[in-house]
């Protein structure tokens, strides 16, 4: 499904709530060698970070997260939030990088123009 957007609206779904706002998060891993020398306690902090972005999408917020496929991962997060402090609060109270295994590169308004579901 292909939905485009008006700049002036910029909603994803009808359903998001007017008062929320649409946000994009880059972070990358704490070191070029992760996850391929990741330790249990890393990837402990990675799986609560993958339970929360459940936990986003079943409560509505989560819009779209992923990283890239190469040798030096990338994720981004694109989720709803009140506004922009709201929205680095969020992010900074992820368990990966509040314990410093991914590192924030920014928080950023965001609006989503054109999605098509794969």
Known sequence: MLEVVGAAESRY???MPADLKQFIAMFTPCRETFPGDGTEEEFAKVNE???QLK???EAGTLILAGRTQDENP???YIF???NQ???ERRIKEDAAIASGVFILQWVRPYAVALF???
Do not use: L, T, V
């Open 13 to 15: 779904d009808d359903s």
């Open 49 to 51: 970070h993958f339970q």
């Open 55 to 57: 936990r986003d999408e």
């Open 74 to 76: 990338a994720g981004i």
């Open 80 to 82: 709803k939030a009140e």
């Open 85 to 87: 402090e709201a929205a």
């Open 116 to 118: 098509k579901a794969p």
